[in-house]
């Protein structure tokens, strides 16, 4: 399907090239907001109350409270899906402080908050199941709970574009970022996971987001395999069989090189394989049906 897609902002449904913030929205001149991804597929939405949950949460942590506008949003998402006919794609819940006089000492000032939602439709990449990614471990680290806690989905990406880069300017296509004890973390927008001797390891959510993809994984795992949540270093992933990244716009993806080793026989392996096929059905029967 071509054509201008549908946004949602404050309360109004506006075509893509009308959709437009203010300069002075406090996300565009601070970051100051957060978001969700949630993903649409089979005319169902994936996890919904678990995004709006994790929003509400990211939201409470910078000081917005929005419970009272969940069921709006929760109602511009399900609009969104149906205004652009999105059955396979992505949605993106926005939630900034607002906008006002520039200056973070007259943020008491902002008209707030902004709330938006964004669609965007699926595009396959063919190759993916076919050779698997290439992922480097970057110098990068993942800002520590401390600084900003990553399990705030917060509208500050640059850490993690910063690690995207490292990682793409290494020949790579996707990082494997430490957090600052040297633990592994996560990649850029995605949780991770290694096999080893059928048994699958992730590392723990404390400097990592608590990714909805990753729960459901561990929950699908514990029903054919054992599955372990631990510390882990860049050996874990050298000595892994197999590797896989997970996260709701790409769902799972396979990785078959690590700072140039090839991973078991650098292939898509064959846990990987079975645990997609099982979250993609448990995703199209759970998902909040939207078109029937
Ligand atoms: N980590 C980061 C940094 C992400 O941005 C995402 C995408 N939301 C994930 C992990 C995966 O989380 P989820 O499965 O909830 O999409």
């Given amino acids: 399907m071509t054509g201008e897609l549908t946004v949602y902002i404050n309360g109004t449904y506006v075509p893509e090239s009308k959709a437009k913030i203010s300069v002075f929205d406090h996300s565009f001149l601070y970051g100051d907001g957060v978001f969700e991804g949630i993903r649409v597929e089979d005319g169902g939405i994936f996890a919904f109350q678990e995004h709006l949950t994790r ?12 419970s009272s506008e969940r069921i709006h949003i929760e109602t511009a998402i399900i609009e969104v899906i149906k205004r652009n006919n999105l059955r396979n794609g992505y949605v993106r819940p926005i939630v900034t402080r607002g906008q006002g006089p520039m200056g973070i000492t007259r943020m008491r000032e902002l008209q707030g908050p902004t709330v938006l939602v964004i669609p965007q439709r699926h595009t396959d990449s063919p190759d993916l199941w076919q050779h698997g990614l290439a992922a480097t471990v970057v110098s990068v680290r993942r800002n520590p709970p401390q600084c900003l806690d990553p399990r705030v989905k917060a509208n500050q990406y640059l850490n993690n574009i910063l690690a995207l880069l490292e990682a793409w300017n290494a020949g790579s296509d996707v990082p494997v970022i430490l957090d600052i004890s040297g633990f592994v973390s996560e990649c850029a927008s995605e949780n991770i996971f290694t096999v080893r001797d059928s048994i699958v390891h992730t590392p723990f959510v404390i400097n990592s987001l608590d990714g909805i993809t990753r729960r459901h994984v561990i929950s699908i795992c514990s029903q054919k395999f054992d599955v372990v949540e631990c510390d882990m270093t860049p050996y874990d992933l050298y000595a892994a069989d197999e590797i896989f990244a997970v996260g709701s716009v790409s769902l799972m993806r396979p990785i078959t090189k690590i700072d140039g080793r090839v991973v078991g026989d650098g292939k898509p392996g064959p846990v990987t394989k079975r645990l997609f096929d099982m979250l993609r ?8 049906k939207v078109f029937q």
């Avoid at 509400?56 to 409270?65: C, K, N, T, V």
């Avoid at 059905?281 to 909040?288: A, M, Q, V």
């Fill in 281 to 288: 059905k448990k995703l199209i029967s759970e998902s909040h």
């Fill in 55 to 66: 929003l509400q949460r990211s939201a409470r942590f910078i000081g917005l409270d929005i």
